[in-house]
């Protein structure tokens, strides 16, 4: 190995500096060494960085707990190495705020009735903006967990329920009336068509019942004339 060479490892970058001045950004591969240069490598990977649970109010006053993940990476490598002493730090801190934010707009009931599904996609803008500036590039904030109250959960698993059974409750009933109803319109029918309704009598017999069908008066006499 030549000790006038140096390798750059891939996804990473170097600033070449000389007595204090930035000569040159060096991409992954092999560079010859200057005399008196100072490298900054940096590792142009994306990141993943957590943003531990904090305590935020939504519009109602309610406190809850968020937390959330912020995927980055280095965009500029010059900025990230000499705007800010910790521009990790800086981006940290822009999601904290982001999510706040967000959550302000946010009522309890809300957070309830859709879980962790916040505006995301106005978190990631404002945390990306302020991450820009520190020569840092953020592809997504991804809200993990907001925990609501146990109080608030409760409430809203009670109203589900009661919901819920109103609605069986209100669909048993419909299911009684149009029974009743069917049953009254077949009463009628039966009433109108008498031998509509001895046939119903046997098929609804069972079997091996012995029948025994009544002949009319009316019928009974006109046979005996008939036979006279």
């Not at 092999?30 to 008196?36: A, E, I, P, Q, S």
């Not at 803008?125 to 109250?149: F, M, Q, Y």
Request: aromatic share 2%.
């Amino acid at each position: 190995m030549s000790l006038n060479r140096f390798t750059i490892e891939p996804r990473h970058c170097a600033l070449r500096y000389r007595h204090g001045v930035l000569q040159q950004v060096l991409p992954s591969g092999r560079h010859r060494r200057l005399r008196g240069q100072r490298l900054v490598v940096l590792d142009l990977r994306e990141r993943l960085t957590q943003v531990a649970p904090q305590e935020v109010l939504t519009s109602d006053g309610v406190s809850v707990r968020v937390s959330a993940v912020v995927r980055w990476a280095v965009g500029d490598p010059i900025a990230f190495a000499e705007v800010s002493d910790e521009p990790t730090a800086t981006a940290y801190l822009a999601a904290q705020v982001a999510l706040r934010d967000a959550l302000s707009t946010v009522s309890a009931d809300e957070l309830v009735g859709r879980g962790a599904a916040l505006p995301t996609a106005r978190i990631t803008a404002a945390t990306a903006e302020v991450a820009r500036r520190v020569g840092a590039e953020v592809a997504e904030v991804v809200v993990k967990d907001v925990i609501v109250p146990v109080e608030l959960r409760a409430a809203a698993a009670e109203l589900a329920t009661a919901r819920r059974r109103g609605e069986a409750q209100l669909e048993a009933a419909r299911a009684e009336t149009a029974a009743l109803r069917s049953l009254a319109n077949g009463a009628k029918l039966l009433d109108a068509h008498p031998a509509l309704a001895r046939l119903r009598l046997v098929q609804a017999a069972p079997p091996g019942t012995r029948i025994v069908l009544g002949v009319p008066d009316a019928v009974a006499v006109s046979d005996s004339l008939d036979q006279a």
